[in-house]
């Protein structure tokens, strides 16, 4: 087993070579794609990175054989539309960074609340929605996540799900001809598949689809993973990966493999269903700054799921 003093030996290699690569050209530094047929799946959400800039994310990303990178937020910036790497005038600068690295962006996530029942509220993250879908729309990024996210007190259930769908399904027109799919997240009060499954019938759009969170459907909706994709497995495009333990009232976040939550099978289950999307790791240090580093659970991660994912008999490409 890599141990937490060979992960940080990792991270010092790559502090290491950016610096080396701000003193040499763009040429000469830029690091190459792995080569073909030597990666698998994976990706992980920025979430767990905060501190990183950009160029810390692909090369790390890069370095340790992820695909993909799930944008949610950079640095202190949550709102991806306002960062200067995702300017238009620096659109190119940041598709050729991505490609020198064989990376692509998995999905962008947006704060956006489809819940919300106050008009201002509700045009502000419709308007957030739109935003998001333009931008993955100029990086080529399949995937706009937005939440439920709440049941609002007072309002009946069926017209709670009615308002919900109601903006999934503006938003999914939206998208429509843009090439995105807009993601609900199971988070918040809508972590049961028969709900989830509500929305998605609700919302009638094949620009609308799900993000599973396989940790919220576990832990909150007592759900056994191959229960949920047997239910929603039709609607799941994209997911996030993490593991826990019961601590108190709540849950702490740990290193992969090392909680309760059954990582593996969820894994398994999406393999089984014939999904051909990332398996994407989202470590909420930006939420929970006292887990562990960026640099040792997104490392631990890539190790320990590689190895589901060959044992469920899925190749490198």
């Known amino acids: 087993m890599i141990t937490r003093?060979?992960?940080?030996?990792?991270?010092?290699?790559?502090?290491?070579?950016?610096?080396a690569r701000a003193g040499q050209s763009a040429a000469a530094s830029a690091p190459q794609p792995s080569r073909s047929g030597d990666r698998l799946p994976l990706g992980f959400s920025t979430l767990g990175s905060p501190r990183w800039d950009?160029?810390?994310?692909?090369?790390?990303?890069?370095?340790?054989?992820?695909?993909?990178?799930?944008?949610?937020?950079?640095?202190?910036?949550?709102?991806?539309?306002?960062?200067?790497?995702?300017?238009?005038?620096?659109?190119?600068?940041t598709h050729r960074q991505l490609a020198e690295r064989g990376l692509r962006i998995?999905?962008?996530?947006?704060?956006?609340?489809?819940?919300?029942m106050d008009a201002a509220k509700r045009a502000a993250a419709m308007d957030e929605g739109r935003r998001f879908i333009d931008l993955a729309r100029a990086l080529h990024a399949p995937y706009v996540r937005v939440f439920g996210n709440k049941y609002v007190a007072g309002v009946p259930r069926?017209?709670?799900?009615?308002?919900?769908?109601?903006?999934?399904?503006?938003?999914?027109?939206?998208?429509?001809?843009?090439?995105?799919?807009?993601?609900?997240?199971?988070?918040?009060?809508?972590?049961?598949?028969?709900?989830?499954r509500e929305l998605m019938?609700?919302?009638e759009?094949?620009?609308?689809?799900?993000?599973?969170?396989?940790?919220?459907?576990?832990?909150?909706?007592?759900?056994?993973?191959e229960d949920t994709v047997r239910q929603l497995g039709r609607w799941i495009r994209?997911?996030?990966?993490?593991?826990?333990?019961?601590?108190?009232?709540?849950?702490?976040?740990?290193?992969?493999?090392?909680?309760d939550v059954p990582v593996r099978r969820q894994v398994e289950a999406l393999v089984h269903t014939g999904y051909t999307g990332y398996f994407s790791f989202e470590w909420e240090k930006r939420w929970h700054p006292e887990i562990e580093e960026p640099e040792v659970a997104i490392a631990q991660f890539a190790t320990v799921v590689s190895g589901y994912l060959r044992d469920a008999g899925v190749r490198a490409t």
């Open 54 to 93: 950009w160029l810390q994310v692909l090369d790390f990303a890069a370095a340790h054989g992820f695909v993909a990178v799930e944008l949610r937020g950079l640095q202190t910036e949550m709102d991806l539309t306002k960062r200067p790497e995702f300017a238009p005038a620096r659109l190119d600068e």
């Open 205 to 225: 759009s094949p620009a609308v689809a799900i993000l599973w969170d396989a940790h919220h459907t576990f832990a909150s909706g007592r759900e056994a993973p």
């Open 106 to 116: 998995s999905c962008l996530g947006a704060s956006a609340n489809m819940h919300e």
């Open 238 to 259: 994209h997911t996030h990966l993490k593991d826990s333990v019961p601590a108190g009232d709540d849950r702490r976040y740990v290193l992969t493999g090392t909680g």
């Open 158 to 196: 069926d017209q709670m799900l009615a308002h919900i769908a109601r903006g999934l399904r503006e938003l999914g027109d939206y998208a429509t001809g843009r090439s995105v799919t807009v993601l609900i997240e199971s988070h918040g009060d809508f972590t049961d598949s028969p709900t989830l």
């Open 201 to 203: 019938e609700r919302a």
């Open 5 to 19: 003093r060979d992960f940080i030996g990792s991270a010092a290699a790559l502090a290491a070579m950016a610096c």
